[in-house]
């Protein structure tokens, strides 16, 4: 059973910054994609941003420019940088791992989740 662990959650102001971190065992994402999801109260979990093994990325519209997807050298870790954050980030960010070699929005796609971490953007 493949365990992922988030951290890096919190409350900030609108405009602000934060790093959310997922930890994988072993060497996860040398093979498997990468994504970071969110869900909102009464909302369906969405993507906000995902990367494949070879590096190719994807982003929601509603954050691309403002949030950056990345793995560490020895791709035991997955980050989401997120900059300029907005009231409506407010969400519990979920971090999954899964096997495809083009990044996908489709939650199905990821076999492995972690527990979720709260951001909370206040205005």
């Known amino acids: 059973q493949v365990q992922l662990v988030e951290s890096g959650g919190g409350l900030v102001q609108a405009g602000g910054s934060l790093r959310l971190s997922c930890a994988a065992p072993?060497?996860?994402?040398?093979?498997?994609?990468g994504g970071w999801f969110r869900q909102a109260p009464g909302k369906q979990r969405e993507l906000v941003a995902a990367i494949t093994q070879g590096g190719s990325t994807m982003y929601a519209d509603s954050v691309k420019g403002r949030f950056t997807i990345s793995r560490n050298d020895a791709k035991t870790t997955l980050y989401l940088q997120m900059n300029s954050l907005k009231p409506e980030d407010t969400a519990v960010y979920y971090c999954?791992?899964?096997?495809?070699?083009?990044?996908?929005?489709?939650?199905?796609?990821?076999?492995?989740w972690g527990q979720g971490t709260q951001v909370t953007v206040s205005s």
């Open positions: 999954a791992a899964g096997w495809m070699t083009v990044p996908s929005p489709d939650p199905q796609r990821y076999s492995y």
């Open positions: 072993g060497n996860i994402f040398s093979a498997a994609a």
